[in-house]
């Protein structure tokens, strides 16, 4: 059976948006205590865990237990910080590999 993620709620999102090909989800040794932020290809920050998101004034946004919230990563979001899926009508475009790390000199 596959994991079932439910997403924060969004403008124009489903309340049941589901996330079942997501690399993380599927992971079968994840702890679902540990925060993971997954980069996604050309898209959004997607957090997983029991993260707490706070505004610069340190009130906390509201995000149920045990679900996802996506952060936008291309700075054109009418929703900041939450995505809006603006990303892909603006054809943003930006790595979401982690580079090795260097080694020592």
Known sequence: MR???????RSG????ARCYDCPVTQ????????????VRHNGP???YGPAKLVDAEGNPYEIPEGEWFTLC??????????CDST??????????????PQPAK
């Open 73 to 82: 990563r291309c700075g054109h979001s009418s929703r900041k910080p939450f």
């Open 13 to 16: 999102q489903s309340k049941d």
């Open 45 to 47: 920050f997607r957090v």
């Open 27 to 38: 992971h079968p040794e994840r702890d679902p205590d540990e925060v993971v932020i997954l």
């Open 87 to 100: 990303h892909k009508t603006i054809d943003f475009v930006a790595p979401a590999v982690a580079e090795p």
């Open 3 to 9: 994991p079932l993620i439910l997403s924060v709620r």
